[in-house]
């Protein structure tokens, strides 16, 4: 059934006379008479009771009719709604790495999704450069990047937390005595690193000229499977602070780096895109939140 045809249908039955109903929707008689017609045939039933002055709807036409009027009424309301972007809807497309930042981002959503059960969300984990393909893809809306690099083509917002770095090992390695690693403490020792951070070269700076004598066995993308590499006593890795339970029941534990040395968490999402309603509005919950 056409929308259009819905509503000659309810011009005919409110005004019981197709004359009037033809000069109230600007079509000729024959063109209405015949779209009523058409109707009738499709759905093989009766409408009308002719009169020779009055239309008299049937039993199925008093049905349609009513169902028309809801049909009608929810169309032009979408419409409305669709005109003046008040609809709230959708998929929340996120990606990040892992950080206590993120909790931020999981606020702005617990607060979108409560108030607007019909959005949905989809969370992606990994590393800066992955997700930085997926946003330029449009398989994601948002992502949150740790560290520092250039966003010409991104909108961004600094999340207020910072990642600190420091060492994840067993609790009975000697360097967990510690209340802070050097970089001297780590001559010789077997580390793993993100892949993303080495990449970056972040530990030279950091280490000075001491960095060349680290013993890196490996990356890792994520640090929970490289804390269980970490659990048989292979190697410590270099990480940021609160990613793995190190409570004291724990048998692993993390000691920050001295100096120390931090890691920025960035909301970033591309300036070639019009966002709709629904990452309109996450962008203006994350604002109220962290600030």
Excluded at 136 to 165: C, K, T, V
Excluded at 266 to 272: A, F, P, Q, V
């Amino acid at each position: 059934m056409d929308i259009r045809v819905l509503r000659y249908f309810v011009a005919i039955a409110q005004e019981q006379n197709i004359s009037h109903a033809a000069q109230l929707l600007h079509v000729s008689q024959p063109a209405l008479s015949r779209q009523i017609a058409d109707l009738e045939t499709e759905l093989n039933i009766k409408l009308f009771d002719r009169g020779h002055r009055q239309l008299k709807l049937t039993q199925e036409g008093y049905y349609l009719l009513e169902r028309a009027q809801e049909i009608i009424g929810m169309v032009d309301k979408t419409t409305y709604n669709l005109q003046k972007q008040d609809v709230v809807s959708g998929t929340l497309d996120i990606g990040g790495g892992e950080s206590n930042a993120m909790n931020y981002v999981m606020l702005a959503v617990q607060q979108i999704v409560h108030k607007y059960p019909q959005v949905h969300i989809n969370l992606r984990s990994g590393d800066a450069d992955l997700i930085q393909r997926q946003l330029d893809s449009g398989a994601l809306e948002f992502g949150i990047i740790m560290g520092h690099r250039q966003f010409d083509n991104y909108n961004s917002i600094m999340l207020p937390e910072e990642n600190r770095w420091g060492v994840l090992m067993r609790a009975d390695e000697q360097l967990a005595h510690n209340k802070v690693i050097t970089a001297t403490d780590l001559i010789g020792r077997s580390l793993i690193v993100s892949a993303q951070a080495k990449q970056r070269g972040i530990f030279k700076e950091w280490g000075n000229e001491l960095t060349d004598q680290f013993n890196f066995i490996g990356t890792y993308n994520l640090i929970f499977n490289a804390s269980l590499l970490i659990k048989t006593g292979a190697c410590m890795a270099l990480t940021y602070e609160d990613l793995v339970d190190t409570s004291e029941n724990s048998e692993l534990v993390f000691r920050p780096l001295g100096p120390k040395l931090t890691d920025p968490n960035i909301l970033i999402w591309s300036k070639n895109r019009r966002l709709p309603n629904v990452s309109r509005l996450f962008i203006e919950t994350i604002q109220k939140i962290i600030h």
